[in-house]
């Protein structure tokens, strides 16, 4: 429990630290440094419409975060979420083209079949990295995950180019699914997402999941020591992947509710880069589920942040991507632990 | 040392007001039980832990060690008491590793071979230069530590428990080259639980207890027993264990004709004996020979080439560790860091490992938090592993404690085979007995006990028939303990002797 307190204050002053190199950076680059830098920090709370920007990003975000956690306990290094979001996506958009009217039936089907698509997209990686991989082979790993990637975006672009296209859009994305298919928004006038919910039942259950159940023990004992986990009878490829399955179940059920609860269509023209994201998130979240949200929260801000900033001032949002790398990097850095470990001792010592 | 305190960030006081003066030229032993605060006072020397208190002096002037690197800068080195090297490396690469000799602007190959054998060759640990690390049994890994140490140029050597691995003969050859550190002007801190070759090897010791100083002096003022009352605080009677007065059961492992070839050389070759239940046979033999991968394809790590292994009459050869495991096999691993625990967990999750998914911890697919920490509270207490609580990370514990966690969980299966790897190494004196004792309880209940081990000592003590493998074959048995001396048994583990076929067969015609 002391460690847990220990490594959010670490967190903290991480955090903290990266606010203050940042605005170190704005003074540099704006003629307004204190408008641009209010804007950054405070500005996603001005209007209630950027508030919905706000909790709208975050979704995918935390859902992609807790995709990444669950595959990162298990030590393999995947970044497959983006590709499994995006044919998430996809299954959930033709199912709600083609299936009948129904209320509430209509959209269960949907989502469930976002989720089913992405932990489809899930199996392959899984598969390779369980039989075609080296044990360990962690390259290995992200690199087939790099891949399906592409293949998951290019797959999704070619069946909605092709066969379910809106020729009436002004840009490549299908129709809109019929009603019955929405997910209720949380407030229609901002347009809020009703899965801001869902993402947070789900980081509960995931990290119920991780920690409260046989299959997430053993994906935590693969991740911390492969050698242990088989020499005591764990079924070392069959962990490798379900933990991938699952995190794709996730992943593409984010896909389903981007396209159920907000968009109402499938329109991902390019990569949104959900694969890294949610490696950054993990990251910040020390692969913690419970703590997903909050990291999730906390990125989305800065991109909101940052895109505020940038309407606002003579700051680019670029900012708010630097600030974020910065962040991240202390939070991983060990010195930072160290540092602040010594100082807590010499303090006890002194208290002697 | 001067009054070194040491409180770790979760609240343990390891180390309180110690002093620990070595004087040069003297090679130095640091006796204590398992988590007494040998490790972290070696730690803090080495600069790998910060003390929160105190001073350390090195040849009268105060010094300020806040890492390895100024450690090194002035001349310490140290053996760790777990192994530090890098397993996907070769021997030569590891032992350079940092100080690499260089050649324009890529490693000097050559040169590294050339030290590293050179090294080896002058201070008697001789080592095979391109071999990779993690293809090494264990004793050779230690002298690749060693010599790595060497390399740096080290003046005050700090070898934690280092002989915990090693074989008689082994140990001989590491004394022997200590020795000769020592008249070539080195200084050496030596921690061990052994406490003859404390007699043996040390000029003098320091005691702790609990993170105290207990006592020092000269070695050759004080008997071992005295010693042993200064690490516990109680005298403790020499181990006397109980010889086998039942008629041994049915056969329970039967291992018929196994090899197993790597690289083309048979790593195994012919394998054939049987423990029957009520039993402890005994492998003996030089670490390397064979053991390891044997122990291996006995769990299910390792698939034999050929050859057959059964239990109870029912073939498992080459089955999963998990379908092994549920016919009732346990095993402590002798490399209890890669598969013994995992550290990064909790000890209540290292103790459920093998049984997690048993009616008592789970329902459905979740798991029995309630009953999983009983377990643990349980199994602390009767295996007295030393923590603060079940969910405390095994990464904190002392070797010792590591250890017990395993011991724990490995005696708690109720197995019918047992398969003790080096049962008792790092254990200190009263643990040592205890494990040994309950090994003799598990044989009394009726299990089947194969003990490997590269203590000859323990082996004489414990075993009811001995097995001796060199180079991957079975070289010797005995089935009557008494005509056997550790002298014979050392002959045959060397390969200087080697029983006829048909008395080696008595090991599978018994
Ligand atoms: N990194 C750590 N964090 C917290 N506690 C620790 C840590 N390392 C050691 N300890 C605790 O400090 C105490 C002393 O440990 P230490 O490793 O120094 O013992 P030791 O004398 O070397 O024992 P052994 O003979 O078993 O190796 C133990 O109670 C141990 O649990
Ligand atoms: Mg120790």
Redesign the pocket.
């Known amino acids: 429990m002391r460690s847990n307190v220990f490594e959010l204050v670490r967190t903290l002053v991480a955090v903290f630290l990266s606010l203050l190199i940042v605005f170190i950076f704005i003074v540099i680059v704006s003629k307004d440094p204190v408008r641009a830098y209010r804007l950054f920090l405070i500005g996603p709370f001005a209007r209630i419409s950027r508030l919905a920007e706000w909790l709208n990003q975050s979704i995918p975000l935390l859902f992609a975060g807790l995709a990444v956690a669950i595959v990162f306990q298990a030590n393999q290094f995947s970044i497959g979420a983006e590709g499994q979001f995006l044919i998430g996506a996809l299954g959930a958009t033709m199912v709600a083209l083609s299936f009948p009217e129904v209320d509430v039936i209509h959209l269960l089907v949907a989502i469930l079949a976002g989720m089913l698509c992405g932990a489809l997209w899930g199996v392959i990686p899984g598969l390779l990295s369980a039989y075609g991989l080296k044990e360990g082979d962690n390259l290995g790993v992200l690199v087939v995950s790099l891949m399906m990637n592409f293949i998951g975006f290019y797959t999704a672009y070619y069946t909605i180019n092709n066969h379910f296209r809106d020729i009436y859009a002004g840009f490549m994305a299908s129709p809109f699914i019929p009603s019955t298919s929405y997910l209720p928004f949380l407030s229609a006038r901002y347009r809020i997402n009703g899965g801001l919910v869902i993402a947070f039942i789900i980081a509960g259950l995931v990290w119920y999941f991780l920690y409260r159940t046989k299959w997430g023990y053993e994906i935590r004992m693969v991740g911390t020591n492969i050698g242990f986990a088989s020499f005591n009878g764990i079924n070392v490829k069959r962990v490798i992947i379900y933990s991938n399955v699952i995190s794709a179940a996730v992943a593409g059920l984010a896909g389903a509710i981007e396209v159920t609860g907000l968009h109402h269509r499938y329109l991902w023209q390019s990569m949104p880069g959900y694969g890294f994201d949610g490696v950054i998130i993990a990251l910040i979240a020390r692969n913690n589920p419970a703590l997903v949200p909050l990291s999730a929260l906390f990125v989305a801000y800065l991109r909101t942040g940052g895109r505020v900033m940038e309407r606002g001032s003579d700051v680019s949002a670029e900012m708010a991507m630097v600030l974020e790398s910065i962040i991240v990097l202390l939070v991983t850095a060990e010195a930072l632990l160290n540092l602040w470990q010594r100082k807590r001792l010499k303090r006890k010592v002194s208290q002697r | 040392m001067c009054g070194i305190t040491k409180v770790?960030?979760?609240g343990?006081v390891?180390?309180r007001n110690i002093n620990l003066n070595v004087e040069k030229g003297e090679i130095h032993a640091l006796l204590?039980?398992?988590?007494?605060?040998?490790?972290?006072?070696?730690?803090i020397l080495y600069g790998i832990?910060r003390a929160d208190a105190g001073k350390i002096f090195l040849e009268g002037k105060e010094v300020h060690i806040a890492s390895p690197l100024d450690a090194i800068r002035l001349k310490i080195g140290m053996v760790h008491?777990e192994f530090m090297l890098i397993p996907s490396l070769s021997v030569a690469e590891n032992c350079v590793l940092g100080i690499e000799p260089r050649r324009g602007l890529s490693i000097d190959r050559s040169k590294a071979i050339e030290l590293t054998e050179r090294f080896g060759a002058e201070f008697g640990l001789p080592v095979s230069h391109n071999e990779i690390v993690a293809e090494l049994p264990v004793g050779m890994r230690q002298r690749v530590e060693i010599l790595k140490v060497l390399l740096r140029g080290a003046e005050l050597l700090i070898l934690?428990?280092p002989t915990a691995v090693l074989t008689p003969l082994e140990t001989e050859e590491l004394f022997a080259a200590l020795k000769t550190l020592v008249t070539r002007g080195k200084t050496i801190i030596f921690?061990t639980?052994k406490l003859k070759e404390v007699k043996q090897l040390a000029d003098r010791f320091t005691v702790?207890r609990d993170?105290s100083n207990v006592g020092n002096g000269l070695v050759s003022e004080v008997s071992e027993a005295e010693l042993v009352r200064m690490m516990v605080g109680r005298a403790i009677e020499v181990d006397v264990y109980k010889k086998r007065t039942t008629k041994p059961g049915a056969e329970v492992l039967t291992v018929k004709g196994v090899f197993y070839i790597r690289d083309g050389r048979n790593v195994l070759q012919n394998v054939s004996f049987k423990v029957r239940s009520g039993e402890i046979v005994a492998i003996a033999g030089v670490e390397g020979n064979g053991q390891a991968e044997l122990v291996d394809i006995l769990v299910g790590l390792r698939k034999a080439t050929r050859g057959k292994i059964f239990l109870n009459d029912k073939e498992y050869t080459n089955a999963p560790p998990k379908e092994i495991r549920s016919q009732g096999v346990a095993c402590i691993p002798a490399d209890r860091i890669g598969r013994g625990v995992a550290m990064r967990a909790s000890i209540e999750e290292n103790l459920i490992a093998d049984r997690y998914f048993k009616r008592e911890f789970s329902r459905w697919w979740g798991l029995n938090k309630k009953a999983i920490r009983e377990h643990a509270k349980n199994l602390m207490h009767v295996f007295a592993i030393?923590?603060i609580a079940p969910s405390?990370?095994v990464?904190?514990?002392?070797?010792?404690?590591?250890?017990r966690v395993v011991v724990a969980r490995e005696l708690s299966a109720g197995p019918q085979l047992l398969i003790a790897d080096q049962p008792t190494r790092?254990?200190?004196v009263a643990a040592t007995k205890f494990v040994r004792q309950r090994l003799i309880d598990e044989r009394d209940r009726g299990a089947a006990i194969l003990l490997v081990s590269t203590d000859l000592e323990e082996i004489m003590q414990l075993a009811d028939r001995i097995i001796v493998m060199y180079k991957g074959s079975i070289v010797a048995h005995f089935a009557d303990i008494e005509s056997v001396t550790p002298e014979l048994l050392g002959q045959y583990m060397l390969g200087v002797e080697r029983q006829s076929e048909k008395e080696a067969e008595g090991a599978w015609n018994c």
């Open positions: 770790y960030p979760n343990v390891a180390n204590g039980e398992n988590g007494a605060g040998k490790s972290t006072l070696m730690k832990e008491q934690d428990e921690v639980h702790l993170g030393r923590a405390t990370l990464g904190s514990l002392s070797g010792g404690n590591i250890q790092g254990l200190d």
